[in-house]
Structure formats: structure tokens, C-alpha cells
């Protein structure tokens, strides 16, 4: 599997700032994911990034809230615009594997909005 | 709207028993499966996938499929206090969002806290 990071891996930030989470992959893929997950629930996905094209947003995440570049096949980053408290959450990128069969998950950039 | 369930926990079992996971899914044509282990302020790790009908076992790990009935579950031998855990059900289909192409997206279950006491 791809060895994936993200940083920061924590921030607290101030209701209407913006804080953009990179994440960046050992190899070159295809499809990279972004994921929230809110206290004490599952995951949610919110967008599928492909290398050169705009990202695809799920129901209810929208491209002014949730920016995503895809610059190249090894990185992506997510911004999280103009912030309040029930943005707090942890955000997880993910990347297929080789074979296309499942997704490998990075460490996780853990958001508290004050 | 494609649905994953999973059994409320939390599920204590003792050190030593089976941990039995269950995880219901909506969409038909679902092809993969899969669970994954999230450890408390850890990222989810993959431990097992399933594609077809049957049982798959690795390990103390066995994962059954039932595409009939849109059942999966994940049983865990011999369980130890290293398996406590949340245990994500994960399930891959074709995303209808993309046309032309071969996008898949995988929809989680909201995941079943295992405890297992000493």
C-alpha cells in the first residue's frame, strides 16, 4: 500500500479563518479521496480528486466551502473555508490501491474551530 | 441513497471469545467489501476484503458474504484486548456521479465499537 501524510496533523483554528490540509502520497495515483469524519461517527466522503481535472463533490460539499487542488499524481490539498465550530472534525485523504480494489488512508489532520 | 448498517455496539466480548461484526448494505450491485480497523485517534486500517460469496478467512479473521441477502459480517477468534477497536464496514460500488469512466466509491457504515475485556 502507499505510504500517505498529511499535515498539519492537528490545528486549532478561529471560526471564520480557512485552513488548507495537504496531503501527499509516496507514488503516483489516480484518484485521491478526501474524507471528514465528525466526532464519534463515520466517514463521509466530501469530494474524488483526479490529477487535471476538478474535483467531484459529494451531497452536501460544495467547491466554495471545500476547495481541492489536485496539482499532480502524488498530492492534493483540502481547504476548509470560511470556518466555524461544526467544521471541527478530523480530515482523511485516501488513495486507491494498485489494483484499484480499496482505499489506504492517511494519518488524518485533526480541526477544532473555536 | 446507498445505505451501509452495521449492528449497534458497543459489542463486549471476553478475551478468548468470537467476535461476531454484522453489516447490511442497500445496493445490489455492489461488487467489494470491506472491513477496516480504526483504532481510537488512529486512521482506519484495512484487515480484511471480500468479493465473493463465501467465506474468506485470514488469520483469526473470517469475513462471509452474502450478495442474496446484501449481508457481510466480520468474526474475529480468539479475541484479544489488541482487537478493541471500531470496526468500519465499507462497501464499493460504481458512483453514479461519473459517466464514461470507472469511478468507484466506497460508503461506510457508521462502524461498531468492540471491546474485549481481559
Known amino acids: 500500500s502507499a505510504v500517505i501524510s498529511q499535515k498539519p496533523s492537528r490545528d486549532i483554528c478561529q471560526r471564520g479563518t480557512s485552513l488548507t490540509i495537504q496531503c501527499q502520497v509516496d507514488?503516483?495515483?489516480?484518484?485521491m479521496f478526501w474524507y471528514r469524519q465528525q466526532p464519534g461517527q463515520s466517514l463521509t466522503l466530501i469530494a474524488t480528486?483526479?490529477?487535471?481535472?476538478?474535483?467531484?463533490?459529494e451531497s452536501g460539499f460544495v467547491i466554495d466551502k471545500f476547495p481541492i487542488s489536485r496539482p499532480n499524481l502524488t498530492f492534493s490539498t483540502l481547504t476548509v473555508s470560511n470556518m466555524s465550530p461544526e467544521d471541527s472534525s478530523i480530515y482523511l485523504c485516501?488513495?486507491?490501491?494498485?489494483?484499484?480494489?480499496?482505499?489506504?488512508f492517511g494519518p488524518g489532520t485533526r480541526l477544532l474551530v473555536l | 441513497q446507498k445505505e451501509v448498517e452495521q449492528n449497534s455496539g458497543p459489542l463486549s466480548v471476553p478475551e478468548g471469545a468470537i467476535a461476531s461484526l454484522n453489516c447490511t448494505y442497500s445496493d445490489r450491485v455492489s461488487q467489494s467489501f470491506f472491513w477496516y480497523r480504526q483504532y481510537s485517534g488512529k486512521s482506519p486500517e484495512l484487515i480484511m476484503s471480500i468479493y465473493s460469496n463465501g467465506d474468506k478467512e485470514d488469520g483469526r479473521f473470517t469475513a462471509q458474504l452474502n450478495k442474496a441477502s446484501q449481508y457481510v459480517s466480520l468474526l474475529i477468534r480468539d479475541s484479544q484486548p489488541s482487537d478493541s477497536a471500531t470496526y468500519l464496514c465499507a462497501v464499493r460500488a460504481l458512483s453514479a456521479k461519473y459517466s464514461g469512466g470507472s469511478n468507484y466509491k466506497l460508503t461506510f457504515g457508521k462502524g461498531t465499537l468492540l471491546t474485549v475485556n481481559p
Open positions: 485516501s488513495v486507491e490501491g494498485t489494483r484499484g480494489e480499496t482505499q489506504y
Open positions: 480528486a483526479n490529477q487535471g481535472s476538478e474535483a467531484t463533490y
Open positions: 507514488s503516483q495515483v489516480t484518484m
